[in-house]
Every structure is written in structure tokens, then in C-alpha cells.
């Protein structure tokens, strides 16, 4: 199992472009999530998935901010335009439902300059 | 100017030494509770839960105690060695719903 993939790694970026952050689950996984952590902020949940519906956007900042997940072993996180405010490591994780621990990615590490 | 940001508890041990780490939750309505070691350029990984009907579970070198009147949460790690040296997270599951909420993280630093 290759665990919960996410591209890219890293992502250098003006402000006012467009950034997209994908990540594809464990396969079997029916929830997926989207973190992101900073050091003002610690982990913030932006938003999650059960099934491929989105359940939970309360997280996500603003509406430059949006999620897809067209099928259950693909997910994006877009941001547009991006702010330097923005710049954090964004993880992604997936998990088998409810009350069960979830697997992380490793994280795309986003500088918005 | 000043520098602001999250400051993260820090424990340092000595290498052989038992730690504890301790967590403060807010919900007395989450069941599900989380450990999670977070090591430098990494995504937090799971090391051990604990449902709120135990009050203790044990894994390998790890322990996890959940008091649930006064809404803590302990890891301890015994024979902590260089390896354990990382930001460790709490993290509760706040009733039906599937998300899990994240503390702030204590960084422990383990000397050889």
C-alpha cells in the first residue's frame, strides 16, 4: 500500500496565480480530508469528505478556496488567486469512516510569494 | 519585529527515560481520542487511540490514559530513544460526525 499520495511536494507560486493540490486516498478509504497547518494556526481542518460528498466546508477560509473530489481515489484543493497569506503545508488524509484513525500524506509545502 | 505564532510545549528527556506527554480536550461529547507523532518535513502518523469507554490502553513502548472528568489526555512512552524525538499531537472525534480536531502539539527532544 502506497499510503495517501499527494502532489506536488513543493509548490513556489506567485500572488494572484492559481494553485492546485491533489491527493489521491487509500484505496477503501471512504473519507478524505483536507488540513492545513502553519505556525500561527497548528492543524486547521478546511474540509472532508464521506463517499466522495463534501460534508464539512466550514473550515475553508474563503471562497478562494475549493475542493473536488470527482471519484474516491482523487481529490483537489484549488486556490485562486493565491495570497502569501496562504502559504502553509497542506495535508491531506483518508480513513475508513467514522471513529477510526486516519493516514496523512505527506504534505505539499505551498510558498505563495 | 516580534515573531507570533503557535509556542509548542516542549519536553526534553533523557534518552532511557520514560515521558509523558499530556493533552487537555474540549468537548465532553468525543468518544474517539488520537495520538499522532508529527516527525520534521512529515505528515502526522498514527501511533495509538483510545475509545472513551477505556480509560487506559497500552501499545508497544506506548501508553494512553484518558480521564474523562476532567477531559485529559496522557501519552506516555516508555524508554523514550532519539527516535521518538518529534511534535506530538492530541486529537478527539467530536461525536457522530467524522472529523477530528487537532491540539496544538508538545515537541519533545530526546537527549543521547
Known amino acids: 500500500d502506497a499510503g495517501v499520495i499527494q502532489s506536488p511536494r513543493h509548490e513556489v507560486t506567485e500572488m494572484g496565480q492559481e494553485v492546485t493540490l491533489r491527493c489521491k486516498p487509500i484505496?477503501?478509504?471512504?473519507?478524505l480530508f483536507w488540513y492545513r497547518q502553519t505556525m500561527m494556526r497548528g492543524l486547521e481542518l478546511l474540509i472532508y469528505f464521506n463517499n466522495n460528498v463534501p460534508i464539512d466546508d466550514s473550515g475553508m477560509p474563503e471562497d478562494r478556496f475549493s475542493a473536488k473530489m470527482p471519484n474516491a481515489s482523487f481529490s483537489t484543493l484549488k486556490i485562486q488567486p493565491s495570497e502569501p497569506r496562504d502559504s502553509a503545508v497542506y495535508f491531506c488524509?483518508?480513513?475508513?469512516?467514522?471513529?477510526?484513525?486516519?493516514?496523512f500524506g505527506s504534505g505539499t509545502r505551498l510558498t505563495v510569494v | 519585529g516580534e515573531s507570533v505564532g503557535l509556542h509548542l510545549p516542549t519536553l526534553s528527556v533523557q534518552e532511557g527515560d520514560n515521558s509523558i506527554i499530556n493533552c487537555a480536550y474540549s468537548n465532553s461529547a468525543s468518544d474517539y481520542f488520537i495520538w499522532y507523532k508529527q516527525e520534521s518535513g512529515k505528515g502526522p502518523q498514527f501511533i495509538i487511540d483510545?475509545?472513551?469507554?477505556?480509560d487506559k490502553r497500552q501499545g508497544q513502548r506506548v501508553t494512553v490514559l484518558l480521564n474523562k472528568t476532567v477531559k485529559h489526555l496522557s501519552l506516555q512512552i516508555a524508554a523514550t530513544q532519539p527516535g521518538d524525538s518529534a511534535v506530538y499531537f492530541c486529537?478527539?472525534?467530536?461525536?457522530?460526525?467524522?472529523?477530528?480536531?487537532f491540539g496544538a502539539g508538545t515537541r519533545l527532544t530526546v537527549k543521547p
Open positions: 488524509a483518508s480513513s475508513t469512516g467514522t471513529g477510526r484513525g486516519y493516514t
Open positions: 484505496s477503501g478509504h471512504n473519507s
Open positions: 483510545i475509545r472513551s469507554n477505556m
Open positions: 486529537a478527539e472525534n467530536r461525536g457522530n460526525n467524522n472529523d477530528m480536531r
